[in-house]
């Protein structure tokens, strides 16, 4: 069912509203570095904490309470070790503004991920525009 006119001018003005709103909040987004999961440590972290539960069970039912803490203090730690993010590695690069507010390669534009950002806007809107002429 297509919007209405004044649903679609609605709908318009928000978006204005929001890019306006909120555009620090996305630059600062598009600008974090993305890093890959430490596989290994969340994997280690897991039987970690595995563990900690089984002796946290035996301690209760051999009626030990170190054991019982023992288990504990292994449980947090492996849960710990499974959520805590990875360390950077030297060779990764991280985008960082320079305080002039001139942007890198000589102040040409706007960045490559506000650029990529932009065109999946815009292919999106034309998906959208084609979706309500009736297109596919």
């Known amino acids: 069912m297509p919007l209405s006119e004044h649903e679609q001018r609605l709908l318009d003005e928000m978006e204005r509203n929001l890019y306006q709103n909120d555009a620090d909040f996305v630059a600062n ?3 974090t570095p993305r890093r890959k999961p430490a596989y290994r440590a969340i994997v280690l972290g897991v039987l970690i904490a595995v563990v900690g539960v089984g002796a946290l069970i035996a301690g209760v039912t051999i009626r030990q309470p170190l054991v019982g803490i023992l288990g504990f203090v292994l449980m947090f730690a492996g849960v710990l070790l499974a959520i805590t993010p990875g360390r950077r590695r030297k060779d990764e690069a991280v985008f960082e ?3 002039g507010g001139a942007h890198p390669a000589g102040g040409q534009g706007r960045p490559k991920s ?3 950002s932009a ?3 815009n292919r999106l ?3 959208w525009d084609k979706r309500q002429d009736g297109e596919r």
């Open 29 to 31: 987004i598009s600008q």
């Open 97 to 99: 503004e320079p305080l």
């Open 114 to 116: 506000q650029k990529n």
């Open 125 to 127: 809107g034309e998906r």
């Open 119 to 121: 065109d999946f806007m």
